[in-house]
């Protein structure tokens, strides 16, 4: 279900031009990267990204 609910929104925002599919992909590959780098009980925040340009 979840992953249906999750294209359907990706889609949207291509459609809207919000953000295409690139946008999305880097965008959940930094959350991916922020969510490794972050200590245990720790909120995630994107800032955590390594990758991050500063």
């Not at 929104?9 to 953000?19: F, I, N």
């Not at 999305?24 to 200590?39: F, G, K, M, S």
């Amino acid at each position: 279900y979840y992953e249906h609910w999750l294209a359907a929104l990706e889609k949207l925002l291509a459609v809207k031009g919000v953000a295409g599919k690139n946008d999305v992909d880097a965008l959940a590959a930094a959350w991916e990267r922020a969510a490794h780098a972050t200590p245990h009980g720790k909120p995630i925040l994107l800032e955590n990204d390594p990758g991050a340009s500063r």
